[in-house]
C-alpha cells in the first residue's frame, strides 16, 4: 500500500506505516516502524426477525490517497467450497485491511475443518465464541480491526456480535464500526434500537412511557442502513464509492451492490 508521493527524508516512496527518523538530543537518530495503517472505511450490522444484514463501503483509502475504490469488508464464512455457496455465517472486518484479510481467513477455516469434522455447520453463537478467543490469542501483537459477525440462531432469529481488537464482544441489535462509526450509530441508537423514543401522551417528565422495542422489518432496515451511508459519506472521506450488502436467512446469503458518493 505505498503512497507514492516522493519523500526526501526517506529518500523514496512514502509508506503509510512508515514514519520519518527522529533527531535525538545526543545526536544519533531514531528509526520506528509501526506495522500498522488504518485503511478507512466502515461498516453496519442490524439484527431482525428472521434475518441479519450487514453492510460496509468499499473504498480503501491511505491518509488522503484511495488505494482502490472496491474492497469488500463483508464476508462469507463457513461454507463448504471455496464460493461459499451454502456459508452460514457473516463476518465484517474494517481497520487495518491486511489483518483482516488475516482474520477472515483463519476463522473461516477454522469453520470450514469444524464442518468437515463435524458434518454440520458452527452455528453463530460457537463461531461468536471461537472468534472471540483468536482474538484473544493475538493481544500482545492484535488484529488491527473491528470485527462485527452475524448470522441466525439456533431460533431462527438474527444474531449480531460486535469485538473490540482483543476478543472483548457482546450480542447486540445493530453496530457500527470504522471511520463513521461515530456519526452512525447515534442514528441506528434512535431507529433501532429506539432510544429517546416515546409514546405521545403517555405522561410528563419521567412518566413518559418509552417505545416498545421490537426488531424492524426488513425493508426498513434495508431503507435505514442505505440512509445512514448516504449521510456519512457527505462527512467523511473515508467512506464511499459503493455500497455492499449482505442478508442473511434462512435461505441462504443475499448480496447487492449499491452505488455511493465517489467523491
Do not use: W
Amino acid at each position: 500500500m505505498a503512497m507514492f508521493s516522493q519523500n526526501p527524508v526517506l529518500d523514496g516512496p512514502n509508506y503509510s506505516f512508515a514514519e520519518a527518523p527522529q533527531a535525538r538530543a545526543d545526536g544519533f537518530r531514531e528509526h520506528r516502524f509501526n506495522p500498522y495503517t488504518d485503511n478507512g472505511g466502515t461498516t453496519v450490522a442490524v439484527a431482525g426477525d428472521g434475518f441479519a444484514m450487514m453492510a460496509g463501503d468499499t473504498r480503501s483509502t491511505s491518509g488522503y490517497s484511495i488505494n482502490t475504490r472496491f474492497a469488500p469488508k463483508v464476508f462469507k464464512i463457513g461454507g463448504s467450497t471455496s464460493s461459499q455457496e451454502d456459508a452460514n455465517i457473516l463476518l465484517s472486518v474494517v481497520g487495518f485491511a491486511a489483518d483482516g484479510e488475516a482474520l477472515k481467513e483463519r476463522l473461516d477455516a477454522i469453520c470450514k475443518m469444524y464442518r468437515y469434522r463435524h458434518g454440520k455447520p458452527m452455528t453463530v453463537n460457537a463461531c461468536a465464541k471461537r472468534l472471540s478467543t483468536i482474538l484473544y490469542q493475538k493481544r500482545f501483537f492484535p488484529y488491527y480491526v473491528y470485527a462485527i459477525l452475524g448470522g441466525l440462531d439456533e431460533e431462527n432469529k438474527g444474531a449480531v456480535y460486535s469485538y473490540d481488537p482483543v476478543g472483548s464482544y457482546e450480542r447486540e441489535q445493530c453496530r457500527a464500526g470504522g471511520a463513521a462509526a461515530s456519526l452512525i450509530m447515534p442514528f441506528l441508537d434512535n431507529q433501532v434500537n429506539f432510544k429517546n423514543q416515546y409514546i405521545p401522551g403517555s405522561g410528563v417528565g419521567h412518566a413518559l412511557q418509552e417505545r416498545e422495542r421490537t426488531p424492524l422489518p426488513r425493508s426498513d432496515v434495508e431503507v435505514l442502513v442505505k440512509d445512514a451511508f448516504d449521510s456519512a459519506v457527505e462527512r467523511h472521506i473515508e467512506v464511499g464509492d459503493a455500497l455492499q450488502v449482505m442478508v442473511i436467512t434462512k435461505d441462504g446469503i443475499e448480496e447487492k451492490i449499491l452505488p455511493l458518493k465517489q467523491d
